[in-house]
């Protein structure tokens, strides 16, 4: 992977003149090739991960979804994937290999706002054959990011 | 007990290290930044702690031979021949230690006499100096000048070489300043020391790590010096095995065989599941070495940038994982910028006279740590600068 997609993908706070000195660009060198990158799509936007059961806040519930569907005869997979990523509660859409096709990641505030929404909304959909829902409990690494603090025990009294 | 008059007088009489007490303010601080520490904050490469779980399943957990594994002895005169262009004999000579500092005392112990001299080039790693003491041999500092790059001079070395001259100690690339010495660097030296009789201690721990697609040469390799130097590495920082406590000498077999001969006195072999773990290492970790080298690049580029911009003039470093800017536009000395930045913003770095006085003026600053730590902690220094000064 390109150093610069490495960098910003770790850390997208960095200032164009940082990346640039990391990469051993210039500072317009960087600004392009970060635009191009976003321009083509490659860069899709960027996202902070937060740990949101640190702020003790009860009302955000994510849950795991197993979609089975019927692919349709002219689209396949693709006009199924449109149609459930349309809907403000689903974080992510994966087609997956093996037992299911869909992996759908679900936010809502309660268990009972999902239950719901995949009663109403996911499984009635034209295609969707069966759904099983596993409610996320505790999240300990995300995007490559550790959520739990850990303590740095390197040997602070050496040189 | 009056310990004081029992015990050894030179042990005893060994100052402490200059930056405990600085360790102790942090430890009472809460949101303390640090980049202060000396070692890698990669964990050791998967597939080399899956040798040493693996060695630990089967039960090997005995000892070695003293020098340390035969197939360890091979990998590593391998690497040497391979990354360094040095042919040693792994019968004879090479040593694995406790770590590249095992290695160092061993060396030390076994070149000098009481009363020789060792040249120690500084600011430096703090063991040299103690070490030699307890050999009952003195210790004499060879300044290295920011305006030299922090490297050691053909000039200052001949200044500094007496009739007791026993032992030159090459700390390169180098811990705290991060200099490098080149190719014609390394001639020079050897210019200087063939013809006399003064020994070598090549301290490479860093080898791997250097910058600017400039690799590492060994003393060693130069014309007229593998007959008088020992080198010293070992696996903490190149492969982020700092824990493991593992290191290695080579040098001539004459000199070798006596600091086997201490070893085995001493420590009989180095770890076992740290042998099998370095075998590994040796034989697949070349790609492990690249990348952290590759990220620690990156994070040198950034820190070197960060001290510059507020106005701490940073030597660019050519390798190792440390920048040793310098404070003295400050107005203060460098434990009192340590002290008031670690109270004041809570950020913790070493004072550069921790090694040695020469070091005065500067601090040293660790860049193992990640881009947003380190621009945290620049920001902080940032902050504690304009308070400083406008108070």
Redesign the interface.
Known sequence: MDNLLKIISENPRLTNAEIAVMTGMTEDEAGEAIARYEQSGIICGYKTVINWEKLEQTDKVTAIIELKVTPRKDTGFEAIAEEIMGFDEVESVSLMSGGYDFSVCVTGRTFQEIALFVAKRLAPLDSVTSTATTFVLKRYKEDGIVLSERDDERGADLL | MDYDTMLNRTAVDIPP?G??RF?DI?AEMEDVI?L????P?FPTPWHVRDVAIDSLQKGRTGYSPNRGFTALCREICGYYSRRFGLAYDYKTDVVVTVGGSEAIDLAIRTMVNPGDEVLVPQPS??CYEPIARLAGAKSVSIVTRVEDSFRLTADSLRESITSRTKLLILPFPN??TGAVMRREHLESIAEVLRGTDILVLADEIYSELTYNGQPHVSIASIEGMKERTVVVNGFSKSYAM?GWRLGYALGPAPIVSIMAKVHQYAIMCAPTTSQHAAIEALRCGDEDIAKMR?EYD??R??IV?GFNALGLECFEPEGAFYVFPCIRSTGMTSEDFCERLLRKKHV?V?PGN??GSCGEGFIRVSYAY???HI?EALRRIGQFLREEINS
Do not use: C, K, Q, Y
């Open positions: 290290s930056i405990r360790f942090a640090s202060s520490v000396g070692e904050d790693f703090v811990n705290p700092t590759d990156m994070r580029r950034l940038r913790a070493v921790a090694f990640s881009t947003s621009n």
